[in-house]
Nanobody, 130 residues
Framework: QVQLVESGGGLVQPGGSLTLSCAAS????????IGWFRQTPGKEREGVSC????????YSSNSVKGRFTSSTDNTRKTWYLQMNNLKPEDTAVYYC???????????????????????WGQGTQVTVSS
């Protein structure tokens, strides 16, 4: 069984930066990609960024491209979402999730809803406001 725990959320001013962390415990995630999603009340969940375990490629949606980047450390137990130039519309609960890496672009296809992610964290609130 895999557990994912997000941390690093909080209040930040517009234009500021924040780094979210996703820590894994339980079974190994060596063959899993990690994705980041966000959701606000009344809106559908949106996939924003992910990183492939196959080659470390980071993918980002158009709404955050150039501002958000996914990464991981060498332990393969912690993943990060670096968020720069934050905007009020980035306010949401952010979740990390894991998907079995069956192909090179698996995480990206999962962000778009083609495939379902297997494991989810509990979420962390990010609020962008002055």
């Amino acid at each position: 069984q895999v557990q994912l725990v997000e941390s690093g959320g909080g209040l930040v001013q517009p234009g500021g930066s924040l780094t979210l962390s996703c820590a894994a415990s339980g079974s190994t995630l060596d063959r899993y990609d990690i994705g980041w999603f966000r959701q606000t009340p009344g809106k559908e969940r949106e996939g924003v960024s992910c990183i492939s375990s196959r080659d470390g490629t980071s993918y980002s949606s158009n709404s955050v491209k150039g501002r958000f980047t996914s990464s991981t450390d060498n332990t393969r137990k912690t993943w990060y979402l670096q968020m720069n130039n934050l905007k009020p519309e980035d306010t949401a609960v952010y979740y990390c999730a894991a998907i079995s890496s069956l192909s090179k672009e698996m995480c990206w296809l999962g962000l778009q809803g083609v495939y379902d992610y297997d494991y989810w964290g509990q979420g962390t609130q990010v609020t962008v406001s002055s």
